[in-house]
T-cell receptor
Framework: DAGVIQSPRHEVTEMGQEVTLRCKPISGHDYLFWYRQTMMRGLELLIYFNNNVPIDDSGMPEDRFSAKMPNASFSTLKIQPSEPRDSAVYFC?????????????FGNGTRLTVT | DQQVKQNSPSLSVQEGRISILNCDYTNSMFDYFLWYKKYPAEGPTFLISISSIKDKNEDGRFTVFLNKSAKHLSLHIVPSQPGDSAVYFCAARPMGRDDKIIFGKGTRLHILP
């Protein structure tokens, strides 16, 4: 299994531009999560999906952020317009619900820099 | 408001000695706790977990202790090895929410030769 795949690995853009981050979860995993990592706040949960349906988007910082999951093998996180404070590492993770707690499987992240 | 707190941003430990990473939480409704390890330029990977009905879980060199009355858990690594140098995240799951994991800010562990 290739694991969770994120693209691009690095993204540098100018303030005001649209940014789209992509994620392919592990096949068969029902849950998909988007996290953001910053020094100040650590790993923050932005939004997660179950069977392609958004369940909780309370962590999405502003209306500038949106996420979609058009099918079980693909999700996007879009920032429009981007701002310098959006600079962070964005992680996608997926999991398969088990009887106890299901560990999240993370991708290698997208490092976003907004200048 | 951080529900999962890791108050030590970094920790240095001599190779071969014990590493102890600490974590505090504020929500008494957490029923599962997890530790993740993260190397640079990689995503976090699951390390070990513990249910709130237990006070200890051991897996090889890694042991997690849970003190519910103090709302505190710790990860012990014995003996520490160079490959243990990484950022360690403490995480918790609210009861009945097997889909939501809340993370702390992480502690960077340096294993000194």
């Amino acid at each position: 299994d290739a694991g969770v795949i994120q693209s691009p690995r690095h993204e540098v853009t100018e303030m005001g531009q649209e940014v789209t981050l992509r994620c392919k979860p592990i096949s068969g995993h029902d849950y998909l999560f988007w996290y953001r990592q910053t020094m100040m706040r650590g790993l923050e949960l932005l939004i997660y999906f179950n069977n392609n349906v958004p369940i909780d988007d309370s962590g999405m910082p502003e209306d500038r952020f949106s996420a979609k999951m058009p099918n079980a093998s693909f999700s996007t996180l879009k920032i429009q317009p981007s701002e310098p404070r959006d600079s962070a590492v964005y992680f996608c993770a997926s999991s398969f619900p088990g009887t106890n707690v299901s560990p999240l499987h993370f991708g290698n992240g997208t490092r976003l820099t907004v200048t | 408001d951080q529900q999962v707190k890791q108050n030590s941003p970094s920790l240095s430990v001599q190779e071969g000695r014990i590493s102890i990473l600490n974590c505090d939480y504020t929500n008494s409704m957490f029923d599962y706790f997890l530790w993740y390890k993260k190397y640079p330029a990689e995503g976090p990977t699951f390390l070990i977990s513990i249910s709130s009905i237990k006070d200890k879980n051991e897996d090889g060199r890694f042991t997690v202790f849970l003190n519910k009355s103090a709302k505190h858990l710790s990860l012990h690594i014995v003996p520490s090895q160079p490959g243990d140098s990484a950022v360690y995240f403490c995480a918790a799951r609210p009861m009945g929410r097997d889909d939501k994991i809340i993370f702390g800010k992480g502690t960077r562990l340096h294993i000194l030769p």
